[in-house]
């Protein structure tokens, strides 16, 4: 448009000389400013308009502030520590108390943190070291059955027991904190990475193992109880540093409900057994890093759960300084470039940072190590048995305890679980021939320290090409990693993975069996089609699910192991197949193959993996383990709940989403809700023997409280008289939540001809509809009892049910409540075999 055609659509002439004219004159002459000017300001309610929407899509997924931090007070048992710290924190130094809250690396020892120390007052530091399933990367210790092979062995004085001889190697080593028990994640996908270092994929078995584990850690040291919350992928789980912007690790969406109900629940009940250190994670809640967020520490650990002890940061999750210090963060691990150089000193005597927090986070540190005595003289000395280097000289520790040879067997035997046992294939009986096949069956080709003078029982292992090993720098989601893992699998990879002081394998295991009952036996440990000698009575064939910290597994099959069992079984007519699975490991490639006779799944047994299984294949003892997971039939059936959400499925691929809009409905309810009739459901499992149910008794007094207008929750979430409303409060939070309400009994006979033990099961089905209202609420396990049974005999099993048990998370009260109605009551073998059903009402 020229200039003439402008002025001719004008409806009222200008007066040259006017403001206005003079105006327009300008603006005529100045096209080129004006234009983009008038552009801009055009657009801008639509820029608004994008940045509202963006915002709102946000709004769904942001975390309250919650201010200021719970300062800790000595609740319940923590009455003496906390007059001790206060007496000893009074003596500190601005830059003494700062200088505890973070890691210092000095290498002396192998320890994965070392914190500050105060030598003047006589506080050494703590030596914090990986991790549930053992003392990790060191030498002279045990290798114990990992979580989930704990979870399947749904024993919780086995729980307890392992617990107790872990901790005190952790002790004998000159560790102050156990990085575990692991219950988060929980396994809200199947292919997780980390699933295995939990218990299972259900939040009661995990709360109620995973409390077993804290009482027995905490004998001899204290246990940091990991990763908090809602930590349920490896995919993008930490910030990847780009040219242009950052990728946030992803953000767990989830609801109030959603958390307590699920992800928040079994860390309640380690809170409740007296948990000393909680381990923030490396992901997002709702759109704030974990160990920033001040609604999860602040408001929900420390308000609602009144945790007294300390918070540490997993290893660089630390994402800002004052920030996360006021959202409740203690101590940073390994270093910390926020907190170092007295910066959290400094900052009080600027007047940036209350000097309340920081004395508390001091305090909270000093009375933890008072609380587990480890002031006392006798605690070793920091880090002692944990050299740096394994292949320079140092004092060899030995910190098994021989005592712990039994319960490490029995750990490894009872999280075995027999899924299919067709013509009674086991246990096998005296056999002339077997043929053993497989890469798992013998151990690992390498077991040594390597070139850094540590154990690398972790990904380093399985030769990941060097693109990969660039990806885990980077924390870049890592390409095609490896499924299987040469060597029987007795652990998983990446912290969690451990190094035993021998491995026996399955092989080596059924070589004795041989020499005993004059078996000839043949083998091919390599071959993928291996030859089999016709004369074989059965054929045992040993695969793995390899799965480690920093990746999620590609699948949850491999085609290169389903291929060697399906050849196999496509001569031998008696084809047993043993699994070491780190999480769940799909079958239908050959189970309904009729030579197929027997599959176990052997999860992580730790070091006595052969010597266990020989004992279920030859039929020492009855196989005892139930599925603490799902295996479906196809791995679409897992739905969205499959596989890690991904950066590039995000609206903004810098700020990787994951909403967990399925709510509670994870693993098994999740195929409840969707109607998806599984291969082998939660809870089910095998033995040689039958048992009958009967006798359903249900004693249950709850009274509903949902529409009891006078109950209101005696702690105030996180807000500022958190600590003067403390009346029924303390390790946990509320204590009447841990009540009892009643019990349920059931009878169970041992109808067959071995000795064995049952894992009886009670789900419940409570009576309300579920906030999230597209989810249906299903039953849940809500009690379960592992009892040894003779042929013949019977045995009456009572499920105590605690408040917590039979309540809802009520999300305008913020309070549990037990609702209104009629629950049903499901008593039996496995989530879907329940032969005993009863109602109770409220
Ligand atoms: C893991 C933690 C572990 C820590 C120290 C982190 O990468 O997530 O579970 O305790 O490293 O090794």
Redesign the pocket.
Known sequence: MDEKDDISHESTPLVKGSPRGKFWHWCKTHKLIVIPVVVMILLLPLLGLLALNKQHARADYTSPIIYPSPQGYGAGNWTDAYTKAHAMVSEMTLEEMNNITLGVVDGSTGC??VSGSVPRLGFPGFC????GNGV?NTDGVNAYASGLHVGATWNTSLAYERAVFMGAEFKRKGVNVA??P?VGPIGRIAEGG?NW?AFAADPYLDGILGAQSVRGLQQSVIA?V??FVAYEQETN?NPIAGEDNTTQSTSANLDDQTMHELYLWPFQDLMYAGAGCV?C??NRINNTYACENSKTMNGILKGELNFQGFVVS????QHSGLSSANAGLDMA??TSGYWDKNQLANAVNSGDFNKTRLVDMATRIIATWHQFGQNETGFPALGVGMPPDLLAPHNYTDAKDPAARSSLLQQAIEGHVLVKNSNNSLPLNRPKVLSIFGYDAISQSMYNPDGTGLFKQDWEVLSLNSQQGMDIGSNAPVENPPQTAQGVLYVGG???SNTPAYISAPYDAIQARAYDDGTAIFSDFTSNEPAIVASSDACLVFINEYAS??WDRPGLADSKSDNLVSHVASTCNNTVVVIHNAGIRLVDAWIENPNVTAVIFGHLPGQDAGRAVAQILYGDVSPSGRLPYTVAKQASDYGKLQSACQAKDSKDPTSPQCNFDEGVNVDYRNFLAQKIRPRYEFGYGLTYTTFDYSNLNIKINATASANNTVLAPVYTNGTTDQNSKTDGVSNGGLQSLFDSVGSIQATIANTGKVAAAEVSQLYIQIPASYLNAKNPRTQVLRGFQKVTIQPGDSTTVTFPLRFKDVAIWDVVRQAWVIPVGEFKVFVGKSVLDTPLEGTFST
Do not use: I, N, Q, T
């Open positions: 994965v943190g914090l070291h990986d991790a990790r990085l575990g692991v980390r270092e940091s990991k990763h789980r381990m994670s490396y997993d290893w660089a999750g691990m390994p990446g912290s969690g910290e920093v």
